[in-house]
């Protein structure tokens, strides 16, 4: 426990009231967004939500999530924001204009090349956020992830698509 205090007293200022500024940063804009208007005290509070919440979160938090390339994480979420965009616009046409024995719903299995803890996180994030599919386990031992497909004609190319098209970029993204 004595190191635990000697490592917070060897901390800087910048470390003490900003742990993770990325989710500091991360969470100013998302309450901007969520005011959906600006002002200054809106700002304000987000700022002040930016810097408490990593403060009281920060233990939950040990480590920063290692980041090998930044460049390539920006990439990604444009990637993954274009891919909501047009996977909303596909799901919405098959709702609307197929029957529902047409879909090709299946459950398939996602073997993982992808050992960090948060890497994994970010890919069962991406597969729920685009709309069509789900990720709903990961296997006991961390090396597969279940996803639900809500039209997958060809399970195998579904497989092919998500590891190209998201954990190839994560392995580039963490280490």
């Known amino acids: 426990m004595g190191d635990r205090r000697e490592t917070g007293s060897r901390r800087s200022f910048a470390e003490r009231w900003l742990p993770h500024p990325m989710q500091t940063l991360a969470l100013v804009v998302l309450w901007v967004l969520l005011l959906n208007s600006f002002s200054f005290g809106g700002l304000l509070m987000g700022v002040l939500l930016g810097i408490v919440i990593p403060i009281i979160t920060s233990n939950f938090w040990p480590e920063r999530p290692p980041v090998k390339a930044w460049g390539k994480a920006v990439a990604y979420m444009a990637l993954v924001a274009w891919d909501v965009v047009v996977a909303n616009i596909h799901v919405a046409r098959l709702i609307l204009f197929s029957p529902v024995e047409r879909l090709d719903t299946r459950w398939v299995t996602v073997p993982l090349e992808l050992r960090s803890p948060e890497a994994i996180t970010v890919l069962a994030g991406t597969i729920t956020m685009t709309p069509g599919t789900v990720s709903c386990d990961l296997s006991a ?18 497989v092919r698509d998500m590891k190209a098209r998201y954990e190839a970029r994560l392995k580039e993204i963490f280490p």
Do not use: K, R, W
């Open 141 to 158: 031992d961390g090396c597969s992830l279940l996803v639900h497909c809500l039209d997958a004609p060809d399970a195998e190319a579904a």
